[in-house]
C-alpha cells in the first residue's frame, strides 16, 4: 500500500531529475537530440512508475506520505508530500502518458528546430511534467498552488516557443495575464480558507467537512475565489479568451497543455475539493451555469473558425465546460470520467491535426481537402477522435458525456442541461465540419460555396503524406486508447451516481448523429449550401466571428482602465517616489560639495581645528551650571 | 615659588608653542613650535613631582626629554626629505591632505 506513494513519488521526481539534468547539463542541452532522448526515457520511467503507483493503489483509501516543510512554534504550517489514491494515480497515468506520447511525437514535428532550441523545448515539456505531476499529488493547497503556478509558467514558456514571432509573444502574455487574473483570488481564497480552518492540507479539511457544517458554514466567497482560480485555468466564461490564441505554440504543445492536462487542473481541483464545494450549493449552482454556458458559447464559437487548431481550442473550452458542469450539477465523477477520457480524445485529435498541418504547411482548413487520401493513417485516427469527440456509441467520449449529460438533469439544472444538449449537437457539427472539409472536401477546394470545386491543385497539398512513424505511432497508441476506453466502458457499466432518465440515451445519440448529418448535408453533399445556412445564422455568425466582442472587451478594459491605471501610478512613482529621493540625493550631492571645501589639506587648519575643539571642550566642562 | 607660578608658566610656554605651530609657516619653526609645547609640559611634570613628592614625574620627564629628542630628529629628516621632493619648506605649499 505504501508502495503507491513510493511509485508516484518516483513518477513525480523522473521529469524533475530530467529538468535538473538538462537545465544545469548546458552542451547536454544544447545538443538537441540526445536531451530530447534523455527527456523522453525519463518520461517513459514515469509513466511507468505511475502504472505501477496505480494498479497499487486500494480502492476508497488515500496514501500520504509527508515531509514538514514550513515548520512554525506549534506543528507544521504545511508539508510537501504526495497522496496517492486512486484518482490522483489515474490522473498521474493520464499526465505521464501524454507527456510521453507527446514527447515522441515533438521529435519528428520539431525535427527541423535548431538543437538548442530543441533542447530548451525538452527543458521546458520536463519541467511541465514535473510541475503538472506536484499539481495532480499535492496533499494540500500550497503545493497545489506553487505547482499551478508553475504549469501556468510552462505553458507561457511553450506557448512563446517560437518567441521570435509576435503573435506567439502576445498570446503567452495574454494566457499568462489572464489565468494570473484567477489565479489571485485563488490565492486570496486559499489564505482566506486557512484563516478559517487553520490548515491548508486536504484530508484534514476533508476531515472538517465531514464533521459537520459548523466549521465549515458560510465559505461561500472562499469557495467562489477558489472556482475563479479553477475558471482560469480551465478557460471559463470570460477566463475562455486566452486558449484559442495559446494555439501559437506548437502543436505538441497544445495537445499535452492547452488539451489534455493543464487546463483540465481547474476541473481536477474542483474535484479534488469537491466535499468543500458540497458546503456551497449555490457556487455550485453557478459553476454548473457557467460551465453550460461557456460549453455552448465555445461550441458556437468552433463553428466559424477555419484554424483547424481554433476549432480544436474552442471544442477544448466547450468540453471543459462540460466537465465544470457536472460538477457544478453535484457529480463530479461524471466530470473527472470526462476529463480523462478527453485527456485521450483531445490530445490525439490535438497531434492528428499536427500532423496535417506539419504535412500542408497551413492551418486553414479551406487549404487542406482530400487529405483522406493522401493521409489515410492521420484519416483514420482524426476520425475515431472525432467520433469521441461527437459522443458517438462505443466511443471514449460517448459514456462520459451521456454521464455529464445525465448529472446536469439529475443534479436539477434544467437549463444548463438544455445547453449542453445544443452544445453536444453543434460539437458533432462541427468536428464533422472539419473532417468533412479537411479530409473529404475536393483538394484544395476554392472556400465552400463558391461553385467550381476543382479549383486546382494546391503546390503544397500534392505532396502532403503521412507524418514519419515517430508522429504516426503516438497517433495509433491515442486512438487505440480512445476505442479501448470505449468499448471497456460500453462493456462494463460503471457504477452510476444516479439514475439517469431512460431517454437520455437515444437523445444523446440522435443529437450527435444529427450534427453529423448536419454537416455532412451541408459540407459533404453540398445539399444545403453554407452560404444559407451562414445567411440563416448571419446574427449569430457575425457576433461568433468577433468572438462576441469578448476579447475587444477585454482589450478595451486593459488599455483603458488597466494602462491608464497603470500610468497614474507609474507617475505617482516616478515624480513623487522617486522625485523625493532624487531631491534628496541632489541636496547631499550639493551639502557634500560644500564641506569639501573646507578640507584645504593644510595640516595647520587642521591643528587649529583641533585646538578650538579642545579649548571649547574646555570651557563647556568648567562652564558653570 | 608657588606650584600655581610654575603651572603658569607652562600654560603660558605652551600657548606660545600652540601659537608657534598654528601661526608658522616655515616647518622648521612648527617643529620649533612643538619643542615649546613638549617642554610646557616637562615644567608640569616636574613641578607636580616637586609639589607631591612624587619622583616618579620626573622619571617621565626623561622619558619625555628622550622621545622629544627621537621627534626632532625624525622631524628635520622629514622635513629634509619633502624640501628634497618639492622643493619647498614652506607649509603653505604642502596641501597634499586636500580633499
Known amino acids: ?625 | 615659588m608657588t606650584l600655581q607660578a610654575y603651572l603658569t608658566l607652562a600654560a603660558l610656554l605652551f600657548c606660545i608653542g600652540l601659537f608657534g605651530v598654528l601661526t608658522r609657516r616655515n616647518t622648521i619653526g612648527i617643529l620649533l613650535g612643538i619643542e615649546l609645547m613638549l617642554n610646557a609640559v616637562n615644567i608640569n611634570l616636574v613641578a607636580f613631582a616637586r609639589c607631591l613628592g612624587d619622583v616618579s614625574g620626573m622619571v617621565f620627564t626623561v622619558f619625555t626629554i628622550c622621545i622629544t629628542v627621537v621627534e626632532v630628529a625624525l622631524g628635520l629628516a622629514l622635513v629634509i626629505l619633502i624640501f628634497r621632493i618639492r622643493r619647498t619648506a614652506v607649509a603653505d605649499h604642502l596641501d597634499l591632505l586636500r580633499g
Open chain 1, 1 to 625: 500500500m505504501a508502495a503507491s506513494g513510493f511509485l508516484a513519488i518516483w513518477a513525480w521526481l523522473a521529469p524533475g531529475l530530467a529538468f535538473l539534468i538538462l537545465g544545469l547539463v548546458v552542451p547536454l542541452r544544447r545538443s538537441g537530440r540526445p536531451a530530447a532522448w534523455l527527456s523522453i526515457v525519463f518520461s517513459l520511467g514515469s509513466l511507468a512508475a505511475a502504472v505501477a503507483a496505480w494498479r497499487a493503489t486500494v480502492p476508497d483509501m488515500a496514501r500520504r506520505m509527508l515531509w514538514e516543510w514550513i515548520p512554525v512554534e506549534d506543528g507544521v504550517l504545511t508539508s510537501v508530500g504526495v497522496l496517492a489514491d486512486a484518482d490522483s494515480t489515474l490522473m498521474l497515468i493520464l499526465v505521464a502518458l501524454v507527456s510521453f506520447l507527446v514527447q515522441v511525437y515533438s521529435l519528428g514535428y520539431l525535427a527541423d528546430e535548431p538543437p538548442a532550441s530543441l533542447g530548451r523545448y525538452y527543458v521546458y515539456q520536463s519541467l511541465f511534467a514535473f510541475s503538472m505531476m506536484g499539481l495532480v499529488l499535492a496533499p494540500n493547497f500550497v503545493q497545489l498552488f506553487i505547482c499551478w503556478e508553475l504549469v501556468g509558467l510552462c505553458s507561457y514558456l511553450l506557448i512563446g516557443y517560437w518567441y521570435r514571432r509576435p503573435e506567439a509573444a502576445r498570446a503567452a502574455v495574454k494566457a499568462f495575464w489572464v489565468t494570473k487574473a484567477g489565479d489571485a483570488f485563488f490565492l486570496i481564497g486559499i489564505v482566506m480558507l486557512w484563516s478559517r480552518t487553520g490548515t491548508f492540507d486536504f484530508s484534514e479539511i476533508f476531515e472538517l467537512a465531514q464533521g459537520g457544517g459548523e466549521a465549515l458554514a458560510g465559505i461561500g466567497l472562499i469557495t467562489f475565489f477558489i472556482y475563479l482560480g479553477a475558471a482560469g485555468k480551465s478557460a471559463q466564461f470570460p477566463f475562455h479568451v486566452w486558449l484559442p490564441d495559446a494555439m501559437e505554440g506548437p502543436t505538441p504543445v497544445s495537445a499535452l497543455i492547452h488539451a489534455a492536462t493543464m487546463v483540465t487542473a481547474g476541473v481536477y481541483l474542483l474535484y479534488r475539493t469537491a466535499f468543500l464545494f458540497e458546503q456551497t450549493p449555490e457556487v455550485l449552482a453557478a459553476v454548473g451555469w457557467i460551465g453550460a454556458f461557456t460549453a455552448l458559447l465555445a461550441a458556437t464559437l468552433a463553428c466559424v473558425q477555419t484554424d483547424i487548431k481554433r476549432v480544436l481550442a474552442y471544442s477544448t473550452v466547450s468540453q471543459l465546460g462540460y466537465m465544470m458542469a457536472a460538477i457544478g450539477a453535484g457529480f463530479a465523477g461524471a466530470g473527472f470520467l470526462h476529463l480523462l477520457t478527453h485527456g485521450v480524445f483531445k490530445a490525439l485529435l490535438f497531434l492528428a491535426a499536427g500532423a496535417v498541418i506539419h504535412a500542408v504547411g497551413s492551418n486553414d482548413i479551406f487549404a487542406m481537402g482530400g487529405l483522406a487520401r493522401r493521409m489515410p493513417q492521420t484519416f483514420i485516427v482524426f476520425v475515431i477522435g472525432t467520433l469521441s469527440l461527437a459522443g458517438i456509441p462505443f466511443f471514449a467520449g460517448f459514456v462520459s458525456k451521456e454521464e455529464i449529460l445525465g448529472a446536469t438533469w439529475v443534479g436539477g439544472l434544467a437549463v444548463p442541461f438544455g445547453m449542453l444538449v445544443l452544445a453536444a449537437f453543434l460539437t458533432a457539427f462541427y468536428m464533422f465540419r472539419v473532417v468533412f472539409i479537411a479530409f473529404l472536401g475536393a483538394p484544395a477546394a476554392a472556400p465552400a460555396g463558391a461553385g467550381h470545386h476543382a479549383a486546382g491543385h494546391g503546390h503544397r497539398e500534392a505532396h502532403a503524406h503521412d507524418a514519419p512513424a515517430v508522429m504516426t505511432l503516438p497517433l495509433w497508441i491515442l486512438a487505440a486508447l480512445a476505442m479501448v476506453i470505449g468499448l471497456g466502458l460500453a462493456i462494463w457499466h460503471l457504477e452510476p451516481e444516479f439514475e439517469a432518465p431512460g431517454w437520455l440515451t437515444p437523445l444523446a445519440v440522435a443529437v450527435a448523429l444529427g450534427g453529423i448529418a448536419l454537416a455532412w448535408l451541408v459540407y459533404g453533399l453540398r445539399a444545403i449550401s453554407p452560404d444559407r445556412l451562414s445567411e440563416r445564422f448571419a446574427w449569430i455568425g457575425e457576433a461568433a466571428m468577433e468572438r462576441f466582442w469578448l476579447d475587444d472587451l477585454f482589450a478595451l478594459v486593459y488599455r483603458r482602465v488597466i494602462l491608464s491605471g497603470s500610468a497614474g501610478i507609474g507617475w505617482v512613482d516616478r515624480y513623487i517616489v522617486d522625485g523625493i529621493l532624487n531631491v534628496l540625493s541632489a541636496w547631499t550631492l550639493t551639502a557634500g560639495d560644500r564641506l569639501r571645501r573646507i578640507q584645504t589639506g593644510q595640516a595647520q587648519d587642521y591643528l587649529y581645528g583641533i585646538a578650538l575643539g579642545v579649548l571649547l571642550l574646555m570651557v563647556w566642562m568648567r562652564w558653570p551650571r
